[in-house]
């Protein structure tokens, strides 16, 4: 199982990026993915959550105005993108998929590798 997270950069605050997480080998239909920002010093927090076929979408408050989750399971892909981004939402984003919805990172089976977004303000 591979999971290729892609996307990030360096972006001035209040700019966007789309993130996007590429899978393979596994059923990608059958697990929720979720992205997780890892700010430099600190642990793994929950940014978003999508479900198996996009029937439910969670967001950390965080981002909750400003970001979408998606995902197309016909490419095997999802999708994390964040408008007016700020200083604080500089760091590693990865994506993790499991069977089911969590918001523990603990709980994730697959990971990728992560993708570096720098805000400057």
């Known amino acids: 199982v591979q999971l290729q997270a892609s996307g990030g950069g360096l972006v001035q605050a209040g700019g966007s990026l789309r993130l996007s997480c590429a899978a393979s080998?596994?059923?990608?239909?059958?697990?929720?993915v979720g992205w997780f920002h890892q700010a430099p010093g600190t642990g793994r927090v929950l940014v978003a959550t999508?479900?198996?076929?996009?029937?439910?979408?969670n967001y950390a408050d965080s981002v909750k105005d400003r970001s979408t989750i998606s995902r197309d399971n016909a490419k095997n892909t999802a999708y994390l993108q964040i408008n007016s981004l700020k200083p604080e939402d500089t760091g590693t984003y990865y994506c993790?998929?499991?069977?089911?919805?969590?918001?523990?990172?603990?709980?994730?089976?697959?990971w990728g590798q992560g993708t570096q977004v720098t805000v400057s303000s």
């Open positions: 999508i479900s198996q076929t996009d029937k439910s979408r």
């Open positions: 080998g596994l059923l990608f239909s059958n697990y929720a």
């Open positions: 993790a998929a499991r069977r089911y919805y969590s918001p523990h990172a603990s709980e994730y089976e697959f």
